[in-house]
């Protein structure tokens, strides 16, 4: 299992035109397997950025990302891929279920993207357990076969944390995972992901901008302009 993530020094910039825009200007952040750490900051102040870049979603200007000390930002895009897949879980805030299938299709497709079709057609009784056990276990068992536009804002969500925890990853990264709800449905989601980091010993990094949220992590760092301005303990 994986027990470390970090990056140090991370930088990013992007281009309106002619003008060069710093997003990143020399963070560093880490997690310990099992602990979850939440990066709070006003919008435009990193986060999302960062936490992409922590996933290998998009690569930095600057800086290096670590995994158990063995830098993985600069690997061949194959093996890049690879870890998105197998090693890490990544849950959005506008959730990006496909919309064309059910509950427990969209829960099925890491599945998919990781044996290849020709595997996937062999294994899919088993791996549709899977997937149905996974929705099962956040609360989405009479929801299989309902398709997004049928389900609620707090429902999507879980669906969604269900597909990025199906194929076992050891590093969890929610990008507002709450953002999009409402306190009570948002307050159930988090509880959810409390629990499985707890049961899992997963490693979890959570971007938001309530500090209400934030405050229920173990740690708790805050972006400003795109840089870590402090450390603070979480209020737990």
Not at 65 to 79: K, N, T
Not at 116 to 125: D, S
Not at 164 to 191: F, I
């Amino acid at each position: 299992m994986t027990t470390h993530i970090a990056a140090f020094g991370l930088c990013k910039s992007y281009w309106k035109g002619k003008i060069e825009v710093p997003v990143l200007r020399g963070v560093d952040v880490e997690a310990s397997r099992g602990e979850l750490v939440a990066a709070v900051g006003a919008s435009g102040s990193g986060k999302s950025t960062m936490l992409h870049i922590l996933g290998l979603l998009d690569q930095p200007d600057g800086g290096e990302v670590l995994l158990d000390g063995r830098r993985i930002d600069d690997r061949p895009d194959r093996e890049r891929d690879v870890l998105r897949n197998r090693t890490f879980g990544f849950i959005f805030q506008f959730y990006h279920l496909l919309p064309e299938l059910t509950a427990v299709e969209n829960v099925m497709m890491p599945h998919l993207i990781r044996t290849g079709l020709f595997a996937y057609v062999k294994q899919r009784k088993a791996i549709r357990r899977d997937a149905e056990e996974m929705l099962e276990r956040v609360g989405l068992g009479h929801r299989l076969t309902h398709h997004p536009s049928e389900l609620s804002g707090g429902e999507m969500q879980r669906a969604a944390i269900a597909r990025a925890l199906v194929g076992r990853p050891e590093v969890l990264l929610a990008d507002e995972p709450t953002g999009n709800l409402d306190a009570g449905t948002g307050q159930g989601v988090l509880e959810l992901l409390r629990d499985l980091n707890r049961e899992r010993g997963l490693t979890m990094i959570l971007v938001t901008h309530d500090q209400q949220i934030a405050n229920q992590a173990d740690r708790v760092v805050r972006l400003a302009e795109g840089r870590i301005e402090e450390w603070i303990p979480a209020l737990v």
